[in-house]
C-alpha cells in the first residue's frame, strides 16, 4: 500500500510558476507509475502528466505540453510537477496517484492510489 501527499501547491500570477511535489510512503515506491491529475471548479477530473516506473516513459496532456514538466526520484520516494508559465486555466486541486499495473496510463480508472490533493490558484 502507497500513501501519497502533496505539497507546493499556493496563489500565483499568470506567467509565474510553481513546483508541486508528491511524497510517498512505503519502500515500494519504484514500483508504481505515476500520474498527476487536476479537477478545477464544476469540471471532472482531467489527466494532466504521467511517467512511468523508471522514468523513461512519460506522457502529457494537451493543454499542459510544452509548460509541465514531469520528475520522479525514486531515491526520494517523489515525483514532482514544475509547472511554468501558469495560466488561469490552470486553477483546479492537482491530485498524484500511484498505478501499481504493468505499464503507463493517462486513466484515472488505472490508479490505485491517491493523495488528498493541493490547490492551485492562478490569478490573471
Known amino acids: 500500500q502507497v500513501q501519497l501527499v502533496e505539497s507546493g501547491g499556493g496563489l500565483v500570477q499568470a506567467g509565474a510558476s510553481l513546483r508541486l511535489s508528491c511524497a510517498a510512503s512505503g519502500r515500494t515506491f519504484g514500483s508504481y507509475a505515476m500520474g498527476w491529475f487536476r479537477q478545477a471548479p464544476g469540471k471532472e477530473r482531467e489527466f494532466v502528466a504521467a511517467i512511468s516506473r523508471g522514468g523513461s516513459i512519460i506522457y502529457y496532456a494537451d493543454s499542459v505540453k510544452g509548460r509541465f514538466t514531469i520528475s520522479r526520484d525514486n531515491t526520494k520516494n517523489t515525483v514532482y510537477l514544475q509547472m511554468n508559465s501558469l495560466k488561469p486555466e490552470d486553477t483546479a486541486v492537482y491530485y498524484c496517484?500511484?498505478?501499481?499495473?504493468?505499464?503507463?496510463?493517462?486513466?484515472?480508472?488505472?490508479?490505485?492510489?491517491w493523495g488528498p490533493g493541493t490547490q492551485v490558484t492562478v490569478s490573471s
Open positions: 496517484a500511484a498505478d501499481g499495473s504493468l505499464g503507463t496510463s493517462k486513466s484515472e480508472s488505472r490508479y490505485d492510489y
